[in-house]
Every structure is written in structure tokens, then in C-alpha cells.
């Protein structure tokens, strides 16, 4: 069973700096695509940032690029998510997800999720 955790959430300034972190178990992490989603009150699940197997290819909302970093450190089994110059609208949910395909059928997997809170 796949399990992510995140952890790193929390309220700060617009400006700010926060990093969040994404522990996932139960599963070969360095197969598996990674990711970061978001969900502000109101709206759709959004995707944030990605990155795939090998960690050299990353994908970025164009809202995100030039101020997020994704990165995954396989030998521990985290994915993270480096949020520089935060602004209010960054205010969501922040969920970390793993995509891989087992048998031929694609498994996605969430975390709970962390609270990030820009004030402005």
C-alpha cells in the first residue's frame, strides 16, 4: 500500500519562503512520476509542479514558473517543493501525488495534504 505524507504547510507573508516535503512508503519510489497539486477554496485541483522518473525531466504551472523548484531525493523517498516570493493567490492545499503503472494499469496515489496560507 502507498502511502505520501506531507508536511511543511503553514502561514506566511507575501514575499515569504516555504518548503514543502512529501515522504512516500510502501512502494519503489524511483520508479514512480512525482508531483505536487493544489486546491484553493472554491476551485479545481490544479497541478503545480511534476516530476518524472530519473528527476532530470520537471513540469511547472506556468503561475509557478521562475519562483518553484520540485525535487526528489530518491534515496530517501521524498519529493519536495521549494515556494519562493509567495503570493496570496498560492493560498491552497497543497497535496503531493505519485503516478506509476503496475501491470499495465495506471495507480495514482495522494497524500492528505498541507495547508499553505499567504497573507498579504
Known amino acids: 500500500q502507498v502511502q505520501l505524507v506531507e508536511s511543511g504547510g503553514g502561514l506566511v507573508q507575501a514575499g515569504g519562503s516555504l518548503r514543502l516535503s512529501c515522504t512516500a512508503s510502501?512502494?519503489?519510489?524511483?520508479?514512480?512520476?512525482m508531483g505536487w497539486y493544489r486546491q484553493a477554496p472554491g476551485k479545481q485541483r490544479e497541478v503545480v509542479a511534476r516530476?518524472?522518473?530519473?528527476?532530470?525531466?520537471?513540469y511547472y504551472a506556468d503561475s509557478v514558473k521562475g519562483r518553484f523548484t520540485i525535487s526528489r531525493d530518491n534515496s530517501k523517498n521524498t519529493v519536495d517543493l521549494q515556494m519562493n516570493s509567495l503570493k496570496p493567490e498560492d493560498t491552497a492545499v497543497y497535496y503531493c501525488?505519485?503516478?506509476?503503472?503496475?501491470?499495465?494499469?495506471?495507480?495514482?496515489?495522494w497524500g492528505e495534504g498541507t495547508l499553505v496560507t499567504v497573507s498579504s
Open positions: 501525488h505519485a503516478y506509476t503503472v503496475i501491470s499495465g494499469i495506471p495507480m495514482n496515489y
Open positions: 516530476i518524472f522518473t530519473g528527476s532530470t525531466n520537471t
Open positions: 510502501g512502494t519503489i519510489f524511483s520508479g514512480m512520476h
